[in-house]
Nanobody, 127 residues
Framework: QLQLAESGGGLVQPGGSLRLSCAAS????????IGWFRQAPGKEREGVSF????????SYADSVKGRFTISRDNAKNTVYLQMDSLRPEDTALYYC????????????????????WGQGTQVTVSS
């Protein structure tokens, strides 16, 4: 069974940091691009950051650029999202998703092109 599992969420004060992990089971992420998305209550789902299969290409939403860093360790079948300088507006349920589009070489920010999704991990930024 192909599954993605997020972890690392929690409650953090503004200015703090968290590192989210996205671990795959039942398949290898070697040929998948990975996206991190988030959804806050009452808001639409938003693409946060994306990384291609080799890790050589990444993309970030303007709202997180310079604060978040996406990376991957294919040997561990895991993708990470390092989140620094967190703000209250970063509060949301964070999901990772995988797409085999173009063997993961090409980045896509379109959530409809992602075939596998995790259950999400809650990030709350509050004092």
């Amino acid at each position: 069974q192909l599954q993605l599992a997020e972890s690392g969420g929690g409650l953090v004060q503004p200015g703090g940091s968290l590192r989210l992990s996205c671990a795959a089971s039942g398949f290898t992420l070697d040929y998948f691009a990975i996206g991190w998305f988030r959804q806050a209550p009452g808001k639409e789902r938003e693409g946060v950051s994306f990384i291609n299969s080799s890790g050589g290409s990444t993309s970030y939403a303007d709202s997180v650029k310079g604060r978040f860093t996406i990376s991957r360790d294919n040997a561990k079948n895991t993708v990470y999202l390092q989140m620094d300088s967190l703000r209250p507006e970063d509060t949301a349920l964070y999901y990772c998703a995988a797409t085999p589009l173009a063997l993961g070489v090409t980045l896509t920010t379109n959530p409809k092109q992602y075939d596998y999704w995790g259950q999400g991990t809650q990030v709350t930024v509050s004092s």
